[in-house]
């Protein structure tokens, strides 16, 4: 059992800032790739960012130069770094992790982040 456990969602205004946490706990023993996705009302869930075991990033067009994905191995936790939030980037954050095998893929439950105007 893997669990994922987000944290750091919350009301900001926008241009603001926010920094999201996700800590990874159960029987993995090693994490390959850890991603953002997020999911607004009424829309699909998309890729954030992610990045790999190696430390590659990606990005979503929406919000490069904006946010930056970070991660420490030891504690297998990855972070979300949000600033100049928009009213746009308003939704349900979720952490992904995939280990080296086909059935490593655990979701977590989701944060709520709400920009205002």
């Known amino acids: 059992q893997v669990q994922l456990v987000e944290s750091g969602g919350g009301l900001v205004q926008a241009g603001g800032s926010r920094r999201l946490s996700c800590t990874a706990s159960?029987?993995?023993?090693?994490?390959?790739?850890m991603e953002w996705y997020r999911q607004a009302p009424g829309k699909q869930r998309e890729l954030v960012a992610g990045?790999?075991?190696?430390?590659?990033?990606n990005y979503a067009d929406s919000v490069k130069g904006r946010f930056t994905i970070a991660r420490d191995n030891a504690k297998r936790m990855a972070y979300l770094q949000m600033n100049s939030l928009k009213p746009g980037d308003t939704a349900n954050y979720y952490c992904?992790?995939?280990?080296?095998?086909?059935?490593?893929?655990?979701w977590g439950q989701g944060t709520q982040v709400t920009v205002s105007s």
């Open positions: 992904n992790i995939r280990g080296y095998l086909p059935n490593q893929n655990y």
């Open positions: 159960g029987s993995i023993f090693s994490i390959n790739v």
């Open positions: 990045i790999t075991s190696d430390g590659s990033t």
